[in-house]
């Protein structure tokens, strides 16, 4: 347990479908992200919220959106989706900008 | 870009024998961490090191900050089947960004 939950763990959807992706963490933390995971390549950072306040948005498409409402919460919202976007999806947060990211188990999403 | 480079890819050891692996790049890194990933779950965190030579441990596990601080290096003695998994390293870069590069991974697999 890393103090960073993710729901759901695994998520298909079609790609006129929208869903959301949520992320909570107890480790009060100010610093939240979204990570994109695909099979044999780096995590790709996608979105950053520092104080809540979003701080990075690696250019990602718009049919991906993100929302903090408070430093303890996360959610990617998606719609749109097209088959290449399935991959893990992790969440992470840090004390600060910066410093060491603890991960949730992230959501496995399938799109077909 | 700024790119980490980790070797080996994957491994196949035998129960018991030791394990090393490293993340090397061209730029100067302030941080280092090492994260263990298992199927279907997220990284964890492992080793975290700050300082050039920095040497840390975590039970069987001893990662180092390079000299250079382009590299580090992480290695597991007498390996355990539970050692199996996805290894990665990831390097905050000196240029005064907070953001994270991470390595490709390396694969371990222990035969009993």
């Known amino acids: 347990e890393t103090g960073v939950t993710q729901t759901p763990r695994h998520l298909v959807m079609g790609m006129t479908n929208k869903k959301s992706l949520k992320c909570e963490q107890h480790?009060?933390?100010?610093?939240m992200y979204w990570y994109k995971q695909s099979a044999k390549k780096p995590l790709e950072l996608m979105f950053v919220y520092n104080f809540k306040e979003q701080t990075e948005n690696n250019s990602v498409p718009s049919r991906f959106s993100p929302e903090c409402p408070n430093s303890s919460h996360l959610f990617l919202h998606l719609h749109t989706l097209q088959p290449e976007d399935s991959a893990l999806y992790l969440c992470?947060?840090?004390?600060?900008?910066?410093?060491?990211?603890?991960f949730g188990s992230g959501t496995q999403l399938s799109v077909l | 870009g700024q790119q980490l480079n980790q070797s080996p890819q994957s491994m196949f050891i035998q129960e018991g024998e030791d394990v090393s692996m490293n993340c090397t790049s061209s730029s100067i890194f302030n941080t280092w961490l090492w994260y263990k990933q298992d199927p279907g779950e997220g990284p964890v965190l492992l080793i975290a090191l700050y300082k050039a030579g920095e040497l840390t441990s975590n039970g069987r596990l001893t990662a180092q900050f390079g000299i250079t601080r382009k590299d580090s290096f992480l290695n597991i003695s007498a390996s355990i089947p539970s050692d199996v998994g996805i290894y990665f390293c990831?390097?905050?870069?000196?240029?005064?960004?907070?953001?994270?590069?991470f390595g490709t991974g390396t694969r371990l697999k222990v035969l009993a």
């Open positions: 992470a947060s840090s004390q600060e900008h910066g410093e060491k990211l603890f």
């Open positions: 990831a390097g905050r870069p000196a240029s005064g960004t907070y953001k994270y590069i």
């Open positions: 480790l009060g933390h100010n610093a």
